[in-house]
């Protein structure tokens, strides 16, 4: 048996990209870049089981992965994927979203966002035993039904992470509508992304990687350059940690990003696979005790958990 091939940092260290600062404050060029990919072919030579040819030389068209795919390493090949962060999700969640794109890509008509809505639902179905599919359902239901009523054409979402509620909205906006959707985790934004284009409706959602706190100007970026006259959004979807549902709606209030005629809905519910967290009923309590919000529908899920429509109304 051949000994396993060092890591790549044990090879040789990686050059900082071109434009970047180095290490001792020197811009470093193209010609960096080049003497360090020629160090790391020499470096790569001799090592067991590798050609004598310099590692940027293509691979030969008959070298194919235990996956099938020419030339390319994936996460199974190379043994168990990490985690990164411990405590954040479950080890049962971890890697399901890849597992989604990859159910979706191969099953969802491209183009057809009621096909993509459709695959997912028989994803999550069957991976969580159709636990918290009559929440999901009457989620799906009102988002629907606000959209629908509203006839927003700015629209915002905080917490993307597949991309489903991202598609509900999307699908019924008008030919100028937009979704401006803000995603902390990087993977989930990319794998929403890869989804919006698959159902055909990139054009119509925008998903930007970040907080509120850091995206406030991205996201009034996104809506300067329609037609309405303000900045404000028609309808906004809170559905990321809900400690922060009221400290980001608040400051999307002071940025004007939320403002008269905004219809906010926000789920506390706790679904499978995720973590209950304090500060759920906040929102409810937010919009109850501040009277430029109109309660308009509060449907309860489980416990203190549930979903709210409010409306900040015009005040004489």
Request: include cysteine; charge should be positive.
């Amino acid at each position: 048996q051949a000994p396993a091939s060092p890591p790549f940092s044990a090879i040789a260290p990686a050059a900082p990209a071109a434009g970047r600062t180095g290490p001792f404050g020197r811009r470093v060029g193209r010609v960096a870049m080049l003497r360090a990919a020629r160090g790391t072919g020499r470096a790569l030579q001799g090592l067991p089981g590798r050609s004598s040819a310099p590692c940027l030389t293509r691979q030969p068209s008959a070298a194919l992965t235990p996956g099938g795919t020419r030339g390319l390493v994936n996460a199974e090949t190379m043994g168990t994927v990490m985690r990164v962060d411990q405590g954040k999700w479950s080890a049962f969640m971890f890697g399901r979203e890849r597992q989604l794109l990859i159910h979706v890509v191969n099953t969802a008509e491209e183009g057809n966002a009621e096909s993509v809505m459709s695959a997912m639902d028989t994803f999550w179905n069957e991976t969580f035993k159709m636990e918290g599919t009559d929440s999901w359902s009457i989620r799906g239901d009102l988002i629907d039904r606000v959209i629908k009523d509203k006839k927003p054409r700015r629209c915002m979402e905080i917490g993307t992470y597949c991309g489903y509620s991202s598609l509900r909205i999307a699908r019924n906006l008008p030919a100028e509508g937009l979704l401006v959707s803000i995603e902390l985790d990087p993977l989930f934004a990319a794998i929403a992304t890869k989804i919006v284009e698959h159902a055909g409706l990139e054009h119509k959602v925008k998903i930007l990687m970040g907080t509120v706190e850091q995206r406030t100007d991205n996201i009034l970026s996104c809506f300067k350059n329609m037609s309405k006259a303000g900045t404000s959004v028609d309808f906004l979807l809170c559905d990321h940690s809900k400690e922060l549902f009221v400290p980001d709606l608040k400051l999307l209030e002071e940025k004007g990003i939320a403002g008269p005629g905004t219809v906010v809905m926000g789920d506390t519910t706790v679904y499978p696979g995720e973590a209950a967290r304090a500060g759920g009923g906040d929102l409810l309590s937010y919009f109850a005790t501040n009277p430029k919000y109109r309660v308009q529908e509060h449907i309860g899920t489980h416990q203190a958990s549930g979903m709210t429509v409010s409306e900040w109304v015009h005040l004489p």
